[in-house]
């Protein structure tokens, strides 16, 4: 058990994923928020190096794929959680993923990018039987990238046919449309973004039109794809590194986090992008970031490589104070570099009566939060509770 004021951390599970994990995501489905998904990615070396576009040799490989698990009360013990493994679909590696979250053709629907440029869209069906992900449609970005993350326009606003928006390998950033109906995928524009790698690129939920992204130039970028997107709108140099996370919240209109190589991670007023609400140093590169679901819990979660993984609480954000501040709370129980986290909306009092509802967002009362980690050379994935003491 870790302990800080005002919070302390429960260790419950341990898997080992086999392959290299770089991403974890919780289902945001209330009925399904038992469900996790965990994708790997492992690239296995012959005798060629990497080419100029990012992608190696003929005689390497990019192994990979995604392990579906869903959590229970451990047997015998109503206060322990475990994730058993209900499906495992390999194929490629796997660079990023996200659900919808909303039901897409009454199913809960996840989408993930590779190492060869897909961009991939699965359907979760439970059956008597069996549980499985069911490729719907998987989208070429082009060949000569590796799709690197991807983001879905529904934080926010329910649709049909959502949006999702990639970046990869080259630069790139491409504008994708999925008709939930009948499954497929149109692409819409793509446009040069960075310079080098652009290792991320996120929606504003509040305003959906808007993208921001992420890349190995430093940049952070606002892009209003209402235009050609020749030019962003806006452009940060504050970052001093690589820009690898970005996340709007739901619950903050107007309001993201960024986080880079640099190991700072900063939450943006995009009214004003001269400088940062606030910026905390968190000691390793910040892979991803992740807003707590729930209304009034201003919970922000790193997963910072280096330095494991990092609770940051925006609570006093917005009162106009950029001092730089440090964590409220870091989970070091990996080995290795941290690269997957997110938070479950699992009601764990349902948990352990054996229900499964997930919490509304509009919970106040919640002093618990489960958490589920990932990381990439000791191919570990954990689950953990963040107590409020």
Avoid at 46 to 51: A, I, L, R
Avoid at 75 to 98: N, P, Q, Y
Avoid at 228 to 242: A, E, I, L, N, Y
Avoid at 332 to 343: E, F, K, N, R, T
Wanted: net charge negative; charged share 20%; proline share 2%.
């Amino acid at each position: 058990m870790t302990t800080t004021t005002g919070y302390q951390i429960r260790e419950f599970d341990s898997v080992d994923t086999v392959l290299y994990a770089d991403s974890v995501e919780w289902c945001p489905i209330s009925e399904y928020s038992r469900y996790l998904a965990c994708a790997l990615y492992q690239l296995e070396e012959g005798d060629g190096g990497e080419d100029g576009s990012g992608k190696t040799s003929a005689n390497n490989s990019r192994r990979g794929g995604i392990r579906l698990f869903k959590v229970e009360s451990s047997s015998g013990d109503s206060e322990s959680f475990v994730a058993k493994e209900v499906h495992s679909r390999m194929m490629t590696g796997i660079l990023d993923m996200k659900w919808c979250q909303h039901l897409l053709n009454g199913k809960p629907t996840l989408a993930s990018v590779s190492a060869e440029g897909s961009l991939d869209v699965f359907q979760l069906n439970v059956l008597h039987d069996g549980t499985e992900l069911t490729l719907l449609v998987s989208h070429s970005i082009g060949p000569d990238w590796i799709a690197l993350s991807l983001d879905w326009s529904t934080g926010l606003q329910e649709s049909d046919s959502p949006r999702l928006i990639v970046s990869d390998s080259g630069g790139n950033l491409s504008m994708c449309q999925l008709d939930g109906s009948c499954g497929d995928i149109r692409a819409q524009q793509t446009w040069k973004g960075h310079d080098f790698e652009a290792w991320i690129a996120a929606f504003d939920y509040w305003q959906p039109t808007t993208v921001w992204s992420g890349g190995d130039d430093c940049r952070l970028k606002i892009w209003d794809t209402r235009t050609d997107c020749s030019r962003p709108s806006s452009v940060s140099k504050r970052h001093t590194m690589g820009v690898c996370s970005i996340q709007s919240s739901k619950h903050h209109e107007h309001i993201i986090a960024s986080g880079s190589y640099d190991e700072a991670v900063l939450l943006w007023d995009n009214r004003q992008m001269k400088s940062p609400v606030k910026e905390w140093n968190v000691g390793g590169g910040v892979w991803r970031l992740k807003w707590h679901p729930e209304k009034n819990i201003d919970l922000l979660l790193g997963a910072c490589m280096h330095n494991g993984f990092h609770v940051l609480n925006a609570s006093d954000s917005f009162s106009g104070s950029s001092e730089a501040t440090t964590s409220v709370l870091d989970y070091q129980g990996h080995g290795s570099l941290a690269y997957g986290v997110d938070w479950s909306r699992l009601d764990l009092g349902s948990l352990r009566a054996g229900g499964c509802p997930g919490r509304s967002e509009e919970s106040t009362s919640t002093k618990s939060h489960l958490v589920a980690s990932c990381s990439f050379y000791d191919h570990l994935m954990k689950l953990w509770v963040i107590d409020e003491t």
